[in-house]
């Protein structure tokens, strides 16, 4: 497809989702991003992690989704602010490039390791961080668990990542009741999307990933939700209850936030959380809330 395509579609979406696409522009693009640290890249191997940031961040979309329509403008934010961003589709299928996260969380993780140790090796970081949306939050925190790879990993942030399993607003407890859990595996692997069946509660990943402490030493981890996520519910079964994560609702900070599940990936206030989980030590306030949207 190509990218005036997609760049069209996207800016489609967010104008039906009410969110303001010059705010969202005027936040990816700030005037005082070069004092922050350096020039930062989008997807670029040349890039060269600064000082002020000296990881790489690695960002992972959601089910349905690929890396130029989900985070594609939280990484443009931290691009400008200097952080050297990468992004994969990830779970495609040959030929179908159009649609990822569709494989099992297990077969996609793999992809995604070896897409981060490509990071590390072009861009000299002994580190990534590695934010994650929806899905991509529960890859994040697979990712940490699963593959080995602990001490290349400095920090993880999820957004609504489905953590314990999603009910999905009880629609997945109705589809038990009804049809019985065995056939709504067979039809979500029928359709091609078996991540689904992960995503579940008692799922395959949801399973490996809780068997024992999700977080692992040496590793940063926020973990972000919204009280009005309507995909990932309960809203608290995002939560990493451990020592040490840092578990936030977006109204801790922002109280009126009517903010969504997909809107949690464009919602300024998320993305100030997540800059401050990325850099700690210059935290800063939400001073002004905006108003995200609860689709």
Known sequence: MPTSTRASRTRR????????LALLLGAAFPA?????????????FSCRPSSAHPEPVVLLHGTFATWYEDLNYLQADLAARGYCTFAL???????????????????????????????RAATGAAQVSVVGHSEGGLQSLYLAKMQGIQPHIKAVVAIAPPTHGTDASRLVDLGDK??????????AATLGFPVLSDEFPGG????ALNDGPVAQPGISYTIIS??????????????????GVRN????????????????EAYDLNVWHMVRNALDPRRATPILVCAVGSPG
């Open 13 to 20: 979406w967010l104008a039906r989702a009410g969110l303001p």
């Open 248 to 263: 936030q609702y977006v109204q801790d900070f922002c109280p009126l936030d009517p903010v969504g599940h997909i809107g």
């Open 178 to 187: 009804v049809l019985g859990r065995g056939t709504l595996d067979g039809i």
């Open 89 to 119: 589709t990830y779970g495609a299928y040959e030929g179908f490039p159009l649609v990822g996260g569709l494989k099992p969380v297990a077969v996609s993780n793999v992809e995604i390791k070896e897409y981060v140790e490509k990071v």
């Open 226 to 243: 919204s009280r009005y996520d309507e995909l990932v519910t309960p809203t608290e079964t995002a939560f990493v209850r451990e020592p």
């Open 204 to 207: 395959a990943a949801i399973n």
């Open 32 to 44: 005082h991003a070069a004092a922050e640290g350096g020039s930062g890249g989008i997807n670029d």
